[in-house]
Every structure is written in C-alpha cells, then in structure tokens.
DNA sequence: CCAAAAGTGTTGGGACTACACCCATGA
DNA sequence: TCATGGGTGTAGTCCCAACACTTTTGG
C-alpha cells in the first residue's frame, strides 16, 4: 500500500471548560459565550473553535481562549477529545476539549471577535448549551472533583494569598462536603506545602486572617521524594 | 461570520498502547507492529491507523486494534491526543491515542492487512520507534502506574481466576516495589471486591493457591456508597 | 525429604475523627 | 458590647507497617 494520507478527513477543534469559584455565592462558575454563528446561532456555548494548520493543540486553546474571552495564562490541561458522529449536526467535527482554572477575583473578561458576548454561569444552573457542550462540562467537574483530592490543583482557583478559610470554603464547595476546621488546618500543615506570609486580609470587619501561599516548589520537591499530596 | 468549515483540515489517526504482563519475566510488554508503508517503512510502531468518517474515534481504535494484531474485547480507555506540529514528517496529523490492557496468556496475535508483523516487546528493551510513539508509550506507562493505585484495572491484566500471588505480584511489577504478603491479602480482603471460588492452580509443583475473581458488581454498589479503591 | 510457594496473627505507632471555647477586630 | 469569623488541643479509635513460621504439594 502506498503513503498517501487519502481519507476525507474531519473537522478539529478544541473547546475550553473554565472554571472560577464565586466565594461570594459559594458556588463554582463556568464561562460561556453566545455563540455568533450558525449552527446554534445565540445559543451559549464554551469558548473554543478549528485548530489552525501551524498550531497544536495548546496554542489553539490559549489562543481561542484569548481571542474569545480575553483570559491569558492561566491553568490550562487537555481533558477529553470527543469524536462521536453527529456531534455537529452538519459535519464531522472532533472537539479537543480542555480544562481550565481561573481566579475569578483576578481576570476581566473581554468579548471580542467571534463571540458576541462572554459570561460566568453557576454551574448548577447552566442555560441550555449547544453541541454536546452540557456533557463536556460534567466530564469536566468529574475531573476537577477527582483531581482535586490528590493534586494541589485548588490553588489555581485562588489569588496568590489566601487565607486557610478561603482553601477550605474552596474545597467543600467543590467537592460538596464539609470538613472540620481544626483538622482540616492540621492536615494542611502536615502536607508542608503552604508558606505563612507576614500579610494578613484587608477590609473585613473581624479578626482578619493570615494568608498563606502555596509553594510550588516545595511541592515538587516532596511529590519527587514519593510524599503524596492528598486531602 | 458565516458558517462554513472552511479551514484546511489535519488528519486524525488513533493509536493504542495495548500493555500485558509476563509473569515469567516478570516485566512489562508492549504490543508494536512492523510498519509495511512509508514513513518509518519497517520500523516498530504502536497500532493504529486514520480515524474514518462514519466512525467514532473508540470504534475507529477497536476496529485498527482488530485489523492489525486480532485483539478483540479488551479494555480500553482514552490516554490523550497529540497535535504538536511536526509529530509526522509529512503531514499535520493529530492522534488520539488509546490505552489497553490485556491479559497475555488468554489472547493470540495474528498478523493481517497492513501490518508486516506484530509482537510483544518488553517496557524496558523496547525498540527504535515511529513518531512520538515512545513518548506515548511513556505517558500511557504514567496512566498505568498512577491509576493502578485508585481504580481496580489491574485485573484487566490477569485471567479471570487469579491467585492472589499472581496479583501481588502483578502490582509488584507495575509499580516498581514490593509488598508484604500478609498486609497485602488484609488490605484485599477490606476492600471486600474479590470473591473466592472453589478452584485452585493447576499444574504448579507446590501447594496449589486457591483461586479469586474480582466482583465488578460489588465494586460498583461500593464505589457509589462512597468507598474509595486504592492500594 | 526437599524445594517451592501458600497461608496465617500480633503488636506498636501514627493518622484520623470528633468535639468546644477563647481571641481579635470593626462597627 | 456585639457580631463575625480566626484560631487552637486532646482523647479515642482505627489503620498501617513490621515481622517469621507452619502447611501443602510435587518431584
């Protein structure tokens, strides 16, 4: 048989599942887009489109994510890759999807381009989506649950200084528990990964709480050593 | 913007890491086939081949599975997909790549269409490969250590009687360390998902061990209530 | 009877859970 | 002074790691 790359080939696009927790409404957050096209023309979808020729997969990501949402260096990991036929109702797309965390206090959102409108939904109270998005999103809070417990993936949802209360409001939102305060702090202490900085909270009417960072670099140093990361 | 798909188009190949283990070895294989086109004509190879268009991307991998080595009903589950420019020295081709997990002695390789040849090599001895195919190989060893520990696959690898020697043993393998026998089968018989049958080994010369199947059934009531696998 | 692997209990230490009160601050 | 969340210790239980010998079978 001879080299010749001779089927008909699809469609490849990627699509961005962002994440953001809302501490004031104790909930987590997706970004969507009004879609300005057909098909689904109106209705909100996730941030995404066609992988151009000269770009892999990741640089199609950041780029579809910047051009549609304005967001720029943040958490970015593959998730799925979905090839069902009938995906699109008019051709055969396969969708790269990836997953991505965001500190909603810190980022603006921009619409632009090709999406005529960018906005933050509950996740539980998502409008009706299009393409087969509503699965690529569980599929993602799958993730984002599963992976939570054993990789410090927490502390791309939260500024740089947080306070202990704020990781702990993080984790009980997500993974829709409670924990008891005191061990949950004993815990974290054990795992050795949280620096106390000489900040403390700003404009709160009480006592106003450390803030920690996360040490990256420590992290990696322990996770080589065989300590897991685990909560 | 219109409609229109109108961009040029990459070709999408899946390809799958089919692992097994030797327990005569007692190591690690890795399924290859000889590549009979260009390019990397005669080269070693992962299985695989261009996704279809009236496919899904799992159909597309059962079927190459099938055409290239004669593998049939195996466990199978999506590792990630590759799209860096340059992967493929002609053309921009993505690949999704797919993770098996077969037990050695219960299955027999046939050659066919268009692969030359297909054979089990060991992990750590494996060949010069086409592509990126040894980092896939890499990243799905990765998948295959680090979901070993939290999800019960490794019986994807054994018969569907097995000792628990031979599970020791095949976690012992996998995992690079080893176990003490007496906290192994405790911490077994707490997970309570392996049931005991009343046969035993055959054709061994000592004490024949007595033989268990793992019961998906209780598995799944156990995962739901909540309780965690992990070893 | 020898080789080879199967099978089996106990103990000490560390981790996890459950649980309640005082402290600091701003309004 | 009050409301709000910040911050802290102990005791009991359970889980886990460490450790060695006897049993069964085939050759």
């Known amino acids: 048989m001879s080299y010749t790359y001779k089927y008909a080939r699809p469609s490849v696009t990627v699509d961005c599942v962002v994440f953001a927790i809302d501490f004031e409404e104790e909930n987590i957050k997706v ?3 009004k879609r300005g ?18 770009e892999s997969l990741e640089e199609a990501a950041i780029r579809e994510l910047k051009e549609e949402t304005g967001l720029d260096s943040i958490y970015l990991e593959q998730l799925f890759t979905y090839g069902e036929i009938g995906r699109d109702p008019r051709d055969r797309i396969i969708s790269v999807a990836y997953f991505a965390l965001v500190n909603l206090a810190g980022k603006v959102l921009n619409a632009s381009t090709d999406a005529a409108d960018a906005a ?6 998502l409008p009706a989506l299009a393409f087969d998005h509503d699965r690529i999103i ?8 599963g992976k939570l417990r054993y990789k410090p993936i927490g502390f791309e949802l939260l500024p740089p200084l947080f306070s202990l209360s704020d990781l702990q409001k993080l984790y009980e939102i997500i993974l829709g528990v409670s924990f008891d305060k005191r061990n949950f702090r004993k815990k974290l202490q054990k795992l050795d990964v949280l620096e106390e900085t000489d900040q403390i909270q700003k404009d709160v ?6 803030l920690y960072q996360f040490d990256h670099v420590r992290y990696l140093e322990r996770e080589n050593a065989g300590f897991y990361f685990e909560l």
Chains 1, 2 share one sequence.
């Open 205 to 210: 009417k009480h006592r106003a709480a450390k």
């Open 120 to 125: 933050w939904f509950a996740l539980d109270e």
């Open 138 to 145: 569980n599929d993602a809070y799958d993730r984002l649950k």
């Open 31 to 33: 970004l969507l887009i």
């Open 37 to 54: 096209e057909e098909p689904f023309f109106g209705n909100w979808a996730l941030p995404g489109g066609f992988v151009h020729m000269e």
